[in-house]
């Protein structure tokens, strides 16, 4: 099978992906390109904040709708499913709150799988070598024992009690600190990470990773912050996080094999890892097919 057969025969053809932020696209402008499970799709913002998503070898025709692919926005993004019936698209609930900062903190483009980027964004253990001195720093390498949990309604992996100390935990803090973490994989390709606010303790911010797969090996990971941060600027959030983002990017891009590995026995695994050993299984289980190296064929 090639790319796009993968794509339509696995459950990602029926989940929900994102393409833009709604802020990125000028209302009534020209329709934007972009590249979606090896199609090329159009996005066009229209009116009073609504869009328009359709593949770009179809042409418009009178009724505005009829050739129109499924589209949404949610949490400041254009959301788009090619198939014809896609499934619920996960909440984040406080998104919602009036008082958080919600912040798209930017697009970026990267040469591997959209498993990989996941994977990634659930690994603590790369903290003190990738992000020196922001995220980690040595000797604090150890990632202590965390929980996992995989529940079947909602469908998505949580893993809690995740410790880990970082001299710059966000933008606004002063001064390293132990954070705690819980990560929660709701999709395929999207993730939610909360951590401790720096603002007020009985609350966590929120920091996601939506990745819109190009190709099997190709992505644009979408970013945003949902955060309690009364200081900083919009900018200084923005800048922060992607500066998070440009330590990550070349370590994703030289990741080999750039699809995932889903056979336990293909890549070495240890404690830390738990999450992304049960992130990998809960793929396989969910027929997930783009992107990754099924078990039977990984080498």
């Known amino acids: ?3 796009l057969e993968i794509a339509k025969s696995c459950s990602t053809y029926s989940c929900w992906h994102p393409l833009f932020a709604l802020e990125d696209l000028e209302e009534g402008g020209v329709p934007v390109y972009t590249q979606l499970l090896d199609q090329a799709v159009l996005c066009e913002r229209l009116s009073e904040g609504k869009v328009s998503v359709r593949l770009a070898d179809q042409q418009r025709g009178p009724d505005r709708q009829a050739e129109d692919l499924h589209s949404q926005v ?10 014809p019936n896609p499934q619920l698209l996960f909440d984040i609930p406080e998104y919602h709150e009036p008082d ?6 930017g697009v970026f483009g990267v040469e591997v799988s959209a ?10 253990g ?14 604090h390498t150890e990632v202590v024992d965390y929980q996992v949990t995989v529940s079947d309604e909602p469908n998505e992996i949580v893993a809690t009690e995740c410790l880990f100390f970082q ?11 132990v954070t705690e973490y819980v990560y929660r994989v709701p999709h395929p390709f999207c993730a939610i990470l909360y951590k401790s606010c720096p603002f007020d303790e009985s609350r966590r911010d929120v920091i ?3 990745v819109q797969p190009e190709s099997e090996e190709r ?9 309690v941060d009364p200081e900083s600027s919009d900018t200084s959030i923005r800048l922060f996080q992607q500066m998070i983002f440009g330590q990550d990017k070349p370590i994703l891009e030289n990741q080999f094999p750039k699809k995932l590995p889903l056979d336990p026995l293909d890549e070495i695994s240890i404690r830390a890892d738990r999450v992304a050993v049960a992130y990998r299984k809960w793929l396989a289980s969910g027929g997930v097919r783009y992107g990754v190296i099924p078990g039977a064929q990984a080498t």
Do not use: K, Y
Not at 74 to 83: D, E, H, N, R
Not at 100 to 105: A, E, G, L, P, S
Not at 115 to 124: C, Q, S, V
């Open 219 to 227: 992505i644009r990971a979408h970013t945003m912050m949902s955060i």
């Open 100 to 105: 958080r900062r919600n912040v798209c903190t």
């Open 1 to 3: 099978m090639n790319s």
């Open 167 to 177: 001299p710059q935990a966000a933008v606004g803090s002063v001064g390293g600190v």
């Open 115 to 124: 498993p990989r980027a996941i994977e990634n964004f659930l690994d603590m």
């Open 126 to 139: 790369h903290f003190p070598f990738v992000h020196t001195g922001l995220l980690g720093i040595e000797p």
């Open 74 to 83: 949610q949490f400041g993004f254009v959301w788009a499913c090619i198939g």
């Open 208 to 210: 996601t990773i939506f």
